[in-house]
């Protein structure tokens, strides 16, 4: 019921989607009589922009006991009854750590000029320190190499939620110990692939695997902490982040360049207007202190830090200067938009909430928002004075399903990636500095908790035979790509 409610007021939100045939009709008679061609002008973006894809190794890889890889926290959560949907675990995935030759075929059929991938940390230190396995970033060389063969750039993340359990086992990110152990870690993936790969990002979503994974405990490794620990785990992974960024330049081959991938929430002017412009530029750095503005400023905001009290993280100067260090280009994960209102409050903002009839799409908490994919980019551009932004995932789950002729009919998700480009189209002929996108994802693939249930893909997957077939969605973004503009 609810997705179906949502659905219908998906299709009341996109415009011109909901145009009445007769009224399609009217347009383009319109157009004809007067003189402009039928087919609208595509909406192009700068010559150079990298269209991309998405995936992330515990998502897609499989293999999960193979070539020395240790275990992960995932699958530990993963198979613990009751844990997933369906109790679903990346034991298999999309097997891509075998078919990554096939994978790549399937991204140059689609054009794609850049993929975002991430390295398993256990494939590479089984124990998560200690003597590394080169028979993991082994697979990390050959994938690497395959895509470079076939003019696809190599975007790597070092860590995508696969924390390997050893580290877990002796208090995982709730030690600081494990920041470092990241640090080193990605020095080490840095100094080997740093010859090819020219774009690292540290961690994917730290507010998701922190909130998620240790306050909700729905995702691995599934603990509810008490405000204040949760908070130290918070530093940590920033602490992480930035411990990483010297490790990455330290070891790595000149010209790199190192950012991260969060999903900083995307504050946008429910009205736009002056004054709600302001209380969403005030928003965006308040409501991602914690993250995002730690990283950029090096320091916590006076609010974060009044608004957590005795339970705000411990910390020393020397950490702070960790965190800020410099990057070369922020990644920002888009799903959503978070809503903002001016308020007389002291903050000056208020967020405003969702109603129930708020359209989403599969996935409940993935509110249908294109704007964030303006004001996102634009306002951590205006704030931070950043020079170079990639948009490291935006895309949407849907129920896709196959028909017996053998295609996905995903319209939906060819709505929703329409009009989150437009947005993005929008910003970068504002001049906002967006280099690239990435959708999420290159195929359907395990959607953590969620299990295989939650389709992202651009390709569906038959999770029996590991046939993949690409979907409206990938056609749609195929001819994006084709024309560097919208479609
Ligand atoms: C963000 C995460 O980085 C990715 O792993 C996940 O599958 C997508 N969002 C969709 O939930």
Redesign the pocket.
């Known amino acids: 019921m609810i997705n179906r409610l949502s659905r219908r007021s998906f299709a009341r939100l996109f415009g011109t989607a909901v145009l009445a045939p007769t009224a399609l009709a009217t347009l383009s008679t319109t157009a004809q009589a007067e003189g402009t061609p039928s087919t609208p002008t595509a909406r192009r973006f700068p010559q150079g922009f990298l269209w991309g894809s998405a995936t ?1 190794s515990y ?1 897609v890889e499989g293999a999960a006991n193979e070539d020395g890889r240790g275990p992960s926290i995932w699958d530990t959560f993963s198979h613990t009854a009751g844990k997933t949907n369906n109790g679903d675990t990346g034991d298999i995935a999309d097997d891509h750590y075998h078919r990554y030759k096939e994978d790549v075929q399937l991204m140059k059929a689609l054009g794609l000029k850049t993929y975002r991938f991430s390295v398993a940390w256990p494939r590479v230190f089984p124990q998560g320190t200690g003597t590394p396995n080169p028979k993991g970033l082994d697979f990390y060389n050959r994938l690497v190499d395959e895509l470079l063969a076939n003019n696809i750039q190599p975007y790597c993340t070092l860590f ?2 696969d924390l390997p359990q050893a580290l877990e086992d002796k208090g995982g990110w709730q030690s600081r110990d494990t920041s470092e152990a990241f640090a080193n870690y990605a020095g080490y993936v840095a100094q080997h692939l740093s010859d090819r790969v020219k774009h690292f990002m540290t961690l ?2 730290m507010k ?1 695997f922190v909130d998620i994974g240790y306050r909700d405990g729905r995702h691995a490794p599934g603990l509810t902490l008490s405000v204040d620990k949760v908070n130290q785990v918070r530093h940590h992974a920033v602490l992480a982040h930035g411990l990483g960024v010297q490790a990455i330049r330290a070891h790595a081959k000149p010209g790199v360049k190192v950012g991260l ?1 969060e ?1 900083a929430e995307a504050c946008a002017p429910i009205i736009e207007t002056a004054e709600h412009i302001a209380a969403a530029r005030k928003a965006m750095r308040e409501e991602n202190a914690g993250y995002l503005t730690a990283i950029m400023e090096g320091k916590y905001t006076d609010a974060y830090l009044a608004h957590h009290g005795a339970n705000a993280p411990k910390f020393t100067v020397a950490d702070m200067k960790a965190i800020g260090t410099p990057i070369d280009f922020v990644g920002l ?1 888009n ?1 959503t938009t978070t809503w903002v209102r001016a308020d007389n409050s002291s903050s000056g903002y208020a967020v405003v909430p969702a109603p129930a009839s708020y359209p989403h799409m599969m ?1 409940p908490w993935l509110r249908v928002g294109p704007q964030g994919l303006y004001w996102g980019p634009k306002l951590i551009a205006e704030i931070w004075g950043f020079k170079e932004i990639y948009i490291t ?1 935006n ?1 949407a ?1 849907s129920t896709d399903t196959l028909t017996p002729d053998g295609h996905v009919y995903d319209s939906d998700r060819v709505m929703y990636l329409r009009n989150y480009l437009t947005q993005l189209h929008r910003a970068v002929s504002e001049g906002v500095p967006v280099k690239g996108y990435f959708c ?2 290159f195929m359907d ?1 395990y ?2 908790a969620d299990g295989y249930a939650y389709r ?1 893909g651009l390709h569906y997957v038959d999770f029996q035979t590991q046939k993949r077939t690409p979907k409206l969605s990938a056609q749609f973004y195929k001819e994006v790509i084709a024309r560097n503009g919208l479609a």
Do not use: K, R, V
Request: zero cysteines; a negative charge; proline letters at 0%.
């Open positions: 992330a998502q995508h939620w994917n979503e998701s991938a999903n994960n799903y996935s995932e895309g789950s999420w994802s693939n959607e953590w992202f």
